[in-house]
């Protein structure tokens, strides 16, 4: 009978330990691994990132870099804003003798960049679509091998 009792709760606290132990490698995995795209974790990069060049509320900052009236680029394709996330935007003519900035590349990894393009296509596109990791690497590819394509013509 005693031994019996003995046992069982030799079981009910190895069981115990394991459950714990599982729970931490959990926890761990989840503090140290990418977690998955949201757009409100897009507005916070905006917030700390994006918002020195174009404005917290995307209005741009002294008249430069205005982002919600673009039309040009809400009313295009989802993929074209995951471009310039990726690799930024060429310097433009302003057509009033000054150069327009270029936009570096975002210095983010794929889980961010995807969490950015769906917090702008939300906020400033009204297009509530998901967007994921791998929809960044195919843009990335497809842009490359877009590029290479274009420079191996030009020879
Ligand atoms: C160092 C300044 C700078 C930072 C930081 C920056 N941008 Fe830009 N961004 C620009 C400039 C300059 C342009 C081009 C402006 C223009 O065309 O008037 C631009 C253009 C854009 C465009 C539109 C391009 C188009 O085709 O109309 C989007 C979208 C954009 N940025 C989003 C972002 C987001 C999101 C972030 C943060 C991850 C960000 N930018 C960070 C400077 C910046």
Redesign the pocket.
Known sequence: MFSGTAHTRMWTTGILLFVVAIGIVAWQSGANGVSSPTPQRGSD??AS??S???GADGNGVNG??E?RK?T??WGAHPDK?LT??IFG?AA?DDHQGQI?????P?PYNDADIAS?AMY?LHTFGGKMIDISEADVERVRVAHREATLKRLRQKK
């Not at 327009?100 to 570096?104: L, Q, V, Y």
């Open positions: 990069i905006f990132y994006c020195r060049c174009h430069r870099a982002l673009r040009n680029i804003v310039v996330l935007a433009t327009r900035k270029a936009m570096p975002m950015t702008l």
